[in-house]
């Protein structure tokens, strides 16, 4: 394996599925922020590049499936992977996140100011995500179907714009949530909150990957 370190971030995500798990341990932004070359973003977070590397080198090693090169498959199949394995799970996710945040926040919301900004940043990007979803599956994807992608300029930079915010949230949420660590003695559902909006990042990170990444930039290129 060997890994350009002039290379974009985007682009060792898009050859090296494997090594998004390495840049999410180190909150390298390789989804929105997947335009900078490794060597800048590791130097902009204090790590040493050749760590890094090693790390990326390992994942690879010791995952004995290979990894899925979405760059090489179809543009229709990506995006039925989209919508199969991301937007179909957030539909039902999203309202289950709600439920769960408003019950934290009714009954321990005089113990914890925050909750009551994360009930509200989570109600934000779940109304953005489903306005963004039914775009991208109206409009931009639709588009790319039917072979039109290379025209899909203005569509694919709202999207892009829209990402940036979402990002933007779950930065926001990381920060209000102390990196996702629970209070001691809170109770199951505040725990299971903490969970579920982590693993929402983390799936959030890979769905805009795909879409900023591999998807836009093919579809432009067609
Ligand atoms: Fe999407
Ligand atoms: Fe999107």
Not at 45 to 62: C, M, P, T, Y
Not at 139 to 153: C, H, K, S, T, Y
Not at 168 to 173: A, I, N, Q, S
């Amino acid at each position: 394996m060997t890994v350009n370190t002039q290379s974009t971030i985007g682009a060792i995500a898009t050859e090296h599925p494997l090594a998004t798990r390495v840049f999410a341990r180190h909150g390298i932004d390789f989804c929105c922020g997947g335009g900078r070359p490794l060597e800048q973003a590791c130097a902009a977070r204090n790590l040493e590049l050749d760590q890094v590397l090693k790390e990326i080198e390992s994942e690879i090693d010791s995952t004995p499936t290979p990894e899925v090169r979405w760059d090489q498959k179809s543009l229709p199949l990506l995006i039925h992977h989209i919508l199969e394995h991301f937007h179909e799970p957030l539909k039902e996710e999203l309202p289950r996140l709600e439920s769960m945040a408003r019950k934290v926040h009714q009954v321990h919301g005089d113990k914890d100011p925050a909750l009551a900004e994360i009930l509200e940043v989570l109600l934000a990007l779940e109304q953005d995500l489903q306005q963004h979803m039914t775009k991208e599956e109206q409009v931009l994807f639709p588009m790319i179907l039917n072979e039109q992608g290379r025209l899909a300029g203005g569509p694919v930079s709202v999207m892009e714009a829209e990402h940036e915010v979402a990002g933007e949230m779950l930065r926001r949420l990381r920060s209000l949530t102390n990196d996702y660590r629970a209070p001691a003695g809170a109770c199951n559902t505040w725990q299971a909150l903490w969970a579920g909006l982590e693993a929402l990042e983390t799936d959030l990170h890979e769905h805009i990957h795909l879409e900023n990444n591999i998807l836009h930039k093919r579809a432009l290129a067609s």
